[in-house]
């Protein structure tokens, strides 16, 4: 993975990223073998560093799906232990009609988890909700969303909504996305994160 890092930083045209941002478009290449993805890429400083510093302080991240939570676990593990949590663990047996369970459930866990960052790789839904809810005054925004929800139902609707939100966070425009490369922003904010503290 090194080799394969310091090739795509080598060979990675000018973006005008720097620093975390930079970090965090390396590792959605290696992780997507997308160098497009540099043209989708959202990612505002002063997200990620909110975001690295409440990392450092432990901060829970939360995820749509299990394959979310298992792509981050390793690295959560060996930088701050930071709790990992997939937000269906809050989910109830049932959606009512028009709802979803990982939206629901992704709503509570941030109820109760507010000082988190959230990562969404596969349900719109989820982000959709969380950002009504937002509106509706029920629901403090988290320290960042990573929104990355991929597809082609309510995706590009849910991340237009998360830009004009006012929510720190970090997004992919269009249709791409998914829980490997929305792990992988995540990834590389506690990697930088761990190695700014040591």
Same mark, same amino acid.
């Given at each position: 993975?090194? =080799?394969?890092?310091?090739?795509?930083?080598?060979?990675?045209?000018?973006?005008?990223?720097?620093? !975390?941002?930079?970090?965090?478009?390396?590792?959605?290449?290696?992780?997507?073998?997308?160098?497009?993805?540099?043209? *989708?890429?959202?990612?505002? *400083?002063?997200?990620? =560093?909110?975001?690295?510093?409440?990392?450092?302080?432990? +901060?829970?991240?939360?995820?749509?799906?299990?394959?979310?939570?298992?792509?981050?676990?390793?690295?959560?593990?060996?930088?701050?232990? @930071?709790?990992?949590?997939?937000?269906?663990?809050?989910?109830? =047996?049932? +959606?009512?009609?028009?709802?979803?369970?990982?939206?629901?459930?992704?709503?509570?866990? !941030?109820?109760?988890?507010?000082?988190?960052? $959230?990562?969404? %790789?596969? +349900?719109?839904?989820?982000?959709?909700? /969380?950002?009504? /809810?937002?509106?509706?005054?029920?629901?403090?925004?988290?320290?960042?969303? $990573? %929104?990355?929800?991929?597809?082609?139902?309510?995706?590009?609707?849910?991340?237009?909504?998360?830009?004009?939100? %006012?929510?720190?966070?970090?997004?992919?425009? %269009?249709?791409?996305?998914?829980?490997?490369?929305?792990?992988?922003?995540? @990834?590389?904010?506690?990697?930088?994160?761990?190695?700014?503290?040591?």
């Amino acid at each position: 993975m090194t =080799e394969s890092l310091a090739l795509i930083r080598q060979r990675l045209p000018s973006t005008g990223l720097h620093g !975390v941002q930079q970090d965090v478009l390396v590792r959605l290449i290696h992780s997507g073998g997308d160098w497009r993805l540099a043209t *989708a890429l959202r990612c505002p *400083a002063a997200a990620c =560093e909110q975001a690295m510093a409440a990392l450092a302080r432990g +901060a829970p991240i939360l995820t749509d799906t299990a394959m979310a939570a298992a792509a981050v676990t390793p690295t959560a593990r060996r930088t701050f232990a @930071n709790p990992v949590i997939n937000g269906l663990a809050w989910a109830p =047996e049932a +959606a009512p009609s028009g709802q979803t369970r990982t939206a629901l459930g992704l709503a509570a866990a !941030v109820q109760r988890h507010p000082c988190s960052v $959230v990562v969404i %790789g596969s +349900a719109p839904t989820a982000l959709l909700h /969380l950002l009504a /809810l937002g509106r509706e005054g029920r629901l403090a925004p988290p320290v960042m969303v $990573v %929104g990355m929800p991929v597809g082609f139902v309510g995706v590009r609707e849910a991340k237009a909504a998360l830009a004009r939100s %006012g929510w720190p966070h970090v997004r992919l425009e %269009g249709s791409r996305g998914g829980a490997g490369l929305a792990a992988a922003v995540v @990834n590389a904010l506690l990697r930088r994160s761990w190695l700014n503290s040591q």
